[in-house]
């Protein structure tokens, strides 16, 4: 009885032992967070009801309408609205063919790297009082 007991007892020890050394390879600190690469704070939100008119009165279509940013930055816009938008260059009715995340349905996140210095206007093609604006600088 006393060696059925032990040898639970070593096998036990045993697993523990490769448990934590398996869980420690796992999470060292070169790894990268899972929850960092996957959770990304959008940069500009399309906010709950901007496809109505009157989100440009506070300047809340996009949020912020205005972005400063250094050269060679990505921006992620994230549509928070049920309907569908889109981040164009341009303004409506002179697009540019800078940039177009084409329609974007609710929670979809759409990224662009600016690669110039300058000012660059942009809107959403199916509701043209959506307008912003991004400020690239050479700060790095």
């Known amino acids: 009885m006393r060696i059925v007991i032990l040898s639970v007892v070593v096998s036990l020890v045993v697993i523990s032992l490769v448990s934590v050394l398996l869980l420690s390879t796992l999470y060292t600190e070169d790894a990268p967070s899972v929850v960092t690469d996957i959770i990304q704070e959008p940069d500009i939100v399309m906010p709950t009801k901007s496809s109505r008119p009157g989100c440009e009165e506070d300047n809340a279509c996009y949020i912020p309408d205005v972005l400063s940013i250094p050269l060679g930055y990505t921006i992620t816009w994230e549509n928070q609205d049920a309907a569908f938008h889109s981040v164009t260059s341009g303004v409506y009715g002179n ?28 809107h959403c093609t199916l509701h043209p009082w959506m307008n912003g604006t991004i400020l690239v600088t050479e700060e790095r």
């Open 95 to 122: 697009a540019t063919d800078l940039f177009d995340s084409g329609h974007m349905e609710y929670d979809q996140t759409f990224t662009y790297t600016f690669e110039y210095v300058g000012s660059f206007l942009y």
